[in-house]
């Protein structure tokens, strides 16, 4: 784990105190994560995104920062290219469990929580906990009663 830091914090745009990179995450240079993240095994993080403090992030997370044109139907769509990146930015103290998957342009609140296998299609209020695919809010954190 430590080799993994050290690689990050070299090429990476910016690596906080105490992050914890699991195996085989792909990582782009253009990233930054605050302190006490944990990134989790097999992730595809791209660059344009940015993660905050405190975030933990479960297996298998996919990110993307952009996507494929395909509004010419005259040309096939692997030839129309990829649209322009938008940023993701993840905010601070955010769970995201297993298997989540984030679209372009997305912005995940502060304190929400991703259950596994969610498809993020919108943003993201903080202290959201949301499910599903497309993702739904279930609960406010804020409002919840235990």
């Keep these: 784990r430590n080799i993994r830091y050290y690689w990050a914090k070299k090429f990476l745009k910016k690596v906080g105190k105490n992050v914890d990179f699991q195996s ?12 006490n993240s944990g990134i989790g095994k097999n992730c595809e993080i791209p660059g344009g995104t940015t993660i905050g403090n405190n975030v933990m992030m479960g297996p298998e997370i996919l990110i993307f920062t952009s996507n494929h ?63 599903g695919n497309p993702g739904k809010i279930v609960k406010n954190r804020k409002n919840a009663t235990l």
Excluded: F, H
């Excluded at 991703?114 to 903080?126: A, F, I, S």
């Design 24 to 35: 085989r995450s792909k990582l782009n240079y253009d990233i930054s994560i605050g302190d």
């Design 69 to 131: 044109i395909t509004s010419n139907t005259e040309i096939s769509m692997n030839l129309q290219g990829m649209t322009k990146k938008k940023k993701v930015t993840i905010c601070d103290d955010v769970w995201i469990g297993a298997r989540v998957t984030i679209l372009p342009g997305i912005t995940i609140g502060k304190g929400s929580i991703l259950g596994t296998g969610t498809v993020v299609t919108k943003d993201v209020p903080e202290y959201s906990v949301i499910v």
